[in-house]
């Protein structure tokens, strides 16, 4: 008994959670496989839904000859610069909105109103405003990252507990002091999950930003595939996303983690 309870108090090390990540793979694997084994069964239309071993080999000829290369850094270099911008202003808004009433009462129906618009009714306006090249995509994704960053900061600056900032008033801490140890700290989480969704948004605005015209980037890839009957091709570069995104969802995981280091979470502990 007394064991279990030390066992559910220790933290979770890196051997668990690297074992607990492995088992992650498991499900797309266990899928492939059989998925696999239905296309070499003859159960399926090979032709339209091609087998994970034909996908793989696309995915080598492509990383052979660097198109996939091209293609991602491409993606990669679009969703980095749209996700800087519509992050940065989403803040700075979501902060505006989120601490004064006045400009909530001013801007948030008019944001929330522009929300509701389709990423893809964008399109047309942003071609005639910025032309068919890199700007109108890098705006059109970042209008995906900035309304989920805004709403996010916005929300956890609204939300904060009182009881927190009369904590602060009694010890006598500054203005400056009270933005620094107490108010920040309260919405750096919701702010990085925040950051987070705005990333995945911003992957798949991209999609729509390179099927609107790119000669590279992986929706470039899904359009070729298309053109081409090439089912192969486009699940390649599905998978190629999913990938991308993945790794760029760690990374700044990875990057904002050492700033919650304070928190005392029951992750790992039920």
Known sequence: MGSDAADRAAPAGPGRWGRLGLAGLLLPIALAAL???????GLANTRLMP????????????????????HSVATLSRVAAGFGIGA???????????ALPVARGLLDPTLQALRAIPSIAWVPLFILWFGIFEASKVALIAVGVFFPVYLGVAAAIH?????????????????LQMVRRVLLPAILPAWFTALRSGLGLGFMFVVAAEIMGASEGLGYLLVDGQQLGRPDTIIAAIIAFAVLGKLADG????????FLAWQDLGRGKL
């Open 251 to 258: 990374l700044l995981l990875a990057l904002t983690r050492p």
């Open 88 to 98: 940065g202003i989403g803040t700075a808004l979501g902060a505006l909105t989120g």
């Open 159 to 175: 939300d904060i507990d009182r009881k927190i900032i009369e904590v602060g008033r009694v010890f006598r801490l500054s203005r």
């Open 35 to 41: 998925w696999e084994g239905v296309a070499r069964a």
């Open 51 to 70: 087998p994970p071993s034909a996908v793989f080999q696309t995915l080598w000829s492509l990383a052979v000859s660097g198109e996939l290369l091209t």
